[in-house]
């Protein structure tokens, strides 16, 4: 895998919830390296309640890990 | 995304659970941009128990990030 | 929303758990503020096994969030 | 309820686990105040491969809860 | 139950991984006394992609438990 | 099992997520042993998407614990 995370600082909250989402994308990118095959699961999840809940719970976890990493951006 | 998070500090621990409860729903639409395509789910999850229950979940774990990130408001 | 939440802080770790479950149900009132529809799910989940099972869960996160802003009450 | 949480200490990380396990139980007991029906429950949960994984995630997150309150015993 | 769980202690991360998955079967021990009704179940989750990632989170949320225990083994 | 842990130390975020993957991978393979049985399930779960956010979910709790064991790569 190309290099796409060398810190888990970033200069705003927003910042790190952008980050913790792109986190939880890599997690499936990692699972499932076809592109094409990730692209055919989007309709599948991006209109479906509780898809869209179990990936902000993905979110939330990781956004967790990244405020600790930031001391909470205080 | 326009700016919509710029501190994790809240003054109370109610309106640090409401934030909770806000970052829960950017993750959705963050996910799934088209507000339409989001009102359209509302009826399907406001009324399903598992999904309501899963909802709380998502905001247990972004309280439990913005409580820490608050001192827990002692 | 009327206050509701004002201290994270309890006198025993019972009353803890007990915010700890205050804390999962109003993330479901958040969500489905109608106390009539909020009503009609309880026979739902109240039978049904993986649902308590999941309610178990999210007072559990909850729980661990007021034990830490207690100082687990030592 | 009944006083049945006064301190979150344990003499052992197996009391702590089993303090866990009475944490993750009494959740379900409070949401589903009837005895009569969690009884009925046991047999559709005590079977249930994913039901159990669920019930073990429970008590994961409250053994967190209780080895932090105890310094894990150290 | 007879002792099972002294220490949180272990000499290196794989004894701490190997115990957390020790602390994620016995919660199921716990929930499923009989090991004839955990021994059915077996066939049944060991093939299902769906419990074995179950199985993992609850190896995740121990083993985030047991490292801290053992302050990561720096 | 061989030795495959000896350290939850990594010199980059990027080696902690791939560190958190594999740790999330090996307990899968605790539980089921096979590589065979493991490969049937592939196809299973890497063309769907509730699974892959399972994983990724799983993936978060784990790299959580890593990021802790290294100060966040600070």
Known sequence: MDTW???LQTSTPQE???LAIKLSRMAVKYT???AE???KLRP???DDADALIAVSQVV???FQ???AANDYWK
Chains 1, 2, 3, 4, 5, 6 share one sequence.
């Open 5 to 7: 995370l060398t810190s």
């Open 16 to 18: 790190g919830y952008e």
């Open 32 to 34: 499932q390296p076809s």
């Open 37 to 39: 095959a990730r692209d």
């Open 44 to 46: 599948v999840y991006e």
């Open 60 to 62: 939330a976890t990781n």
């Open 65 to 67: 890990t990244i405020a």
